[in-house]
């Protein structure tokens, strides 16, 4: 069965800090992707990333990262430098290969305080 | 670009009454779904469409339909609205194909008291 893991419920921090979400998944298939969106306090979800299950190569984006690892299936968001902008619920998710409907872990709230 | 519009953005609805969530995508997407987010429970899937015509259940699709009449609109209705219908609701739309991103909706608040 699939299965989106979010522990961490919500995190807080200092702006300028580094803070990691991390993100575990459950799947039986070998081909799916994994996606990460930000739910602002203006309630829209807002698309940041997609991984392939093939691709384990780290991506950086400006002060994003997310880290890709199969053999512990996670895959965690770091943001470095953490500005109040940055405050939102975030959410990892999952899709399969032979389906585009996604399987969503219960979100990290994201509070970064000036 | 408007991307994919819902409305209305907010509704309080009585105990039995129904309505009408609108959505309608213009980046002519095949691939259009309806998700409902609970507080802390994450998004779940109620309805989906691969297009014009077709539609089929996801997780929690009890209480709701759907039609999808052409490419660009995929309404939600809710007949007989319940308390535990009270959410925000989400339509998501993305071109199909495995692992395609779906964009959503900027969500629509329903209070069913």
């Known amino acids: 069965a699939q299965k989106v893991t979010q522990a961490q419920t919500e995190i807080s921090v200092v702006e300028k800090e580094d803070v990691t979400l991390d993100c575990v998944y459950e799947?039986?298939?070998?081909?799916?992707?994994l996606f990460w969106y930000k739910q602002p306090p203006s309630g829209e979800l807002v698309f940041l990333i997609r991984?392939?299950?093939?691709?384990?190569q780290n991506e950086i984006s400006g002060r994003y990262s997310w880290n890709f690892q199969k053999s512990t299936s996670s895959f965690n968001f770091t943001i470095t430098a953490s500005q109040v902008v940055d405050s939102a619920v975030y959410f990892c998710?999952?899709?399969?290969?032979?389906?585009?409907?996604?399987?969503f872990g219960t979100g990290t709230r994201l509070q970064v305080f000036p | 670009n408007a991307g994919v519009t819902q409305t209305p953005k907010f509704r309080i609805l009585k105990i039995g009454q129904s309505m009408t969530l609108q959505c309608t995508q213009d980046m002519n997407h095949n691939y259009m779904y309806w998700y409902r987010q609970d507080p802390g429970m994450g998004l779940k899937l109620i309805y989906y469409?691969?297009?014009?015509?077709?539609?089929d259940k996801g997780e929690v699709p009890n209480g709701y339909n759907v039609s999808r009449s052409t490419t660009e609109d995929f309404p939600l209705r809710l007949e007989l609205a319940a308390p535990s219908q009270t959410s925000v609701y989400f339509c998501?739309?993305?071109?199909?194909?495995?692992?395609?991103?779906?964009?959503f909706g900027e969500g629509s608040w329903l209070t069913v008291v």
């Open positions: 799947t039986r298939d070998t081909t799916y992707y």
């Open positions: 998501a739309s993305g071109q199909g194909g495995s692992g395609n991103t779906i964009y």
């Open positions: 469409s691969v297009g014009a015509g077709i539609t």
């Open positions: 998710a999952l899709s399969e290969a032979d389906t585009d409907k996604l399987i």
């Open positions: 991984r392939n299950s093939f691709d384990e």
